[in-house]
């Protein structure tokens, strides 16, 4: 049997690892693994190579190839990672499925997001190409999974970058609003202001007007800054889904301090891109690699269709060896997904529970 890898959609740590893992299990049952660049555009432009070598060490007489040996510890994705337009037309995804069987494989691994993963499933439906899934995206804004690949080390990341940022605001007494990442989701940063102790948490779900976001920013430096509290930073988190921009609230509120005639500065950080690198997070690791057993063995099973989940929130996961990694179809991964997107979910509500439960607290 021969399978085919890619990681598409915008990369996470721990991508690597999981292709480690899969490659490593792949191998030790005698299925030989090719890599394609850059996502699917990789299939379309015969962009690919060999994970895989004969060896004579391996009673299936395979081994992964040394790039792969020490990938696991690497963030980012070593075949690299893309969102092709190409292969969204049914045209391209003709062409993707006469590219896969020219070269025999049989089954695609895909690691990524809802897009990467719709797109195998269109590939399936039309040209009966196998597939399973591996939820990857730093967002943690996939359906079925408590989490996904990248989500524990680009925590990490903000946890530490907050922890840095407030060091120069003890500093010189001062307030700052950083946005973090997540378009669709305001995970990270609900997540991250109650690990760095932060003194709110700006998120797209609350469904807050620019007015209002401006209002408790400057209440919350105010009342932090009183000599009565004496506070000596304020950290407030914004996610990137909420539409004003870091630095024009950042304005707002200055603008609103200066008229009061108080003598308080903020700043605005983004830390956008730098949240998506680094090696991954022990948690990440150990996450990608049991994907990767779980989703290998399910192809090898000749199941397609399905992705693989951590931990699920919700019922019905179809189980496998590892009891904390069970297996839901795309249809209902993308229906939770949506849920998830505009705030139906049950899981968003609880987390919109709680953040409000901790306004209090962390404002204090
Ligand atoms: O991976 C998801 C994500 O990090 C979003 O939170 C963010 O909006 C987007 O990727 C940025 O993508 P790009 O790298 O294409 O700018």
Redesign the pocket.
Known sequence: MKIGILTS??D?PGMNTALRAATLVAAERGIEVIGFERGYEGILEGRYRALTRASAASSAGLAPIYEVDVAGALGGSILGSA?SKRFYTEAGRAEAAARLRQLGVEALLVIG?NGSLTGADALAREHGIRWLGIPS???NDIGCTATSIGVDTALNTIVDACDRISDTARAHRRAFVVEV???DSGYLCMAAAVAVGADAALFREDGRSEDELVEIVTRTVERGFTDDRGKRRILVIKA?GIEVPCTRLARRVQERLDARGEELEIRATVLG?LV?GGNPSFLDRMVASRFALAAVSALADGVSGEMVAWQSPLSGGIPTGDRSVTRFPLDRVLDETRALHDGRSQLVQQRIALMHAAAGVLAL
């Open positions: 959609g915008g996470a969102r997001g995206s730093i967002d990442m997540g378009r990137e891109h998506r």
